[in-house]
């Protein structure tokens, strides 16, 4: 290291924090284990309220489903923050793009099919006529 490197650090120029994008700061394997434990716990917390929630009388029929869309995506931000470890930090710009990017594709593919599937639908004729079109 450098002399004005030593000196920078000595002088507070250089903080403990500063490090490059994509560099994960040096913590305890305990910290990952309890990171990944308390994901876990979450994870198998949202999946029992579901199973709850489909199986449960305590919730109004019709609003059982928006109860499981509630609980799935809770538990997609669940997977997301404690296992692939997406944060709103500088460092993770690309991982967020990257995400967005595959919601939107996934977005534009699930619309689109069901948009061809409703057309195809809609458009088809029937079979009893297209049963008497053959006589």
Not at 72 to 92: E, K
Not at 106 to 113: D, H, I, K, R, Y
Request: include cysteine.
């Amino acid at each position: 290291m450098s002399e004005l490197e030593t000196d920078l650090h000595r002088h507070g120029g250089i903080g403990h924090e500063d490090h490059a994008p994509g560099d994960e700061p040096h913590e305890s394997v305990g910290h990952w284990v309890r990171n990944y434990l308390l994901g876990l716990f979450f994870a198998v917390v949202l999946t029992i309220c579901s199973f709850w929630a489909a199986t449960s009388h305590m919730i109004w029929a019709p609003a059982v489903p928006v109860a499981i869309v509630v609980f799935a995506i809770a538990q997609m931000g669940v997977h997301l923050v404690f296992f692939l470890h997406i944060t709103t930090g500088p460092d993770n710009t690309n991982n967020v793009l990257a995400l967005a990017f595959g919601v939107l594709v996934v977005f534009l593919l699930v619309t689109g099919s069901v948009w061809i599937m409703y057309h195809l639908n809609h458009n088809m004729m029937p079979t009893d006529e297209m049963m008497q079109m053959q006589r």
